[in-house]
């Protein structure tokens, strides 16, 4: 009966959004540069965002900066990209998911 409150937009624009599913790939692509960042992807998926100090905090953030830098999407800049997963994508196939959707799209007509 009424009352119903506006459903929350959940404003995730934390960084973390996708955090562990991305490293979860790292260490399936074993993409780590150091074994200690790869500990620190370890301990995040077992024990969660939260259980990461400050110094791994910013450790762990420079490393997807610098993954988001060394693979962006050849056509969109990475503009479409809305999750970190996505750039697993790009660093395969060079483009986001988004803008292979809409190629795909295009070559078909
Ligand atoms: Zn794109």
Redesign the pocket.
């Known amino acids: 009966m009424g009352g119903a409150k506006e459903s929350m937009i959940i404003n995730e624009e934390s960084w973390t959004y996708g955090l562990i599913d991305f490293l979860e790939k790292l260490i399936e692509r074993e993409e780590f540069e150091k074994d200690s960042h790869m500990g620190i992807a370890k301990q995040i998926i077992s024990k969660g965002v939260k259980s990461m100090s400050d110094k791994q905090e910013l450790v762990i953030k420079n490393l997807v900066n610098k993954y988001k830098k060394k693979y962006s999407?050849?056509?969109?800049?990475?503009?479409?990209?809305t999750s970190l997963l996505e750039y697993i994508d790009?660093a395969d196939e060079g483009?986001?998911?988004?803008?292979?959707s809409?190629k795909q799209k295009y070559m078909r007509e």
């Open positions: 999407c050849d056509l969109c800049l990475n503009d479409n990209v790009i483009i986001c998911p988004t803008c292979e809409v």
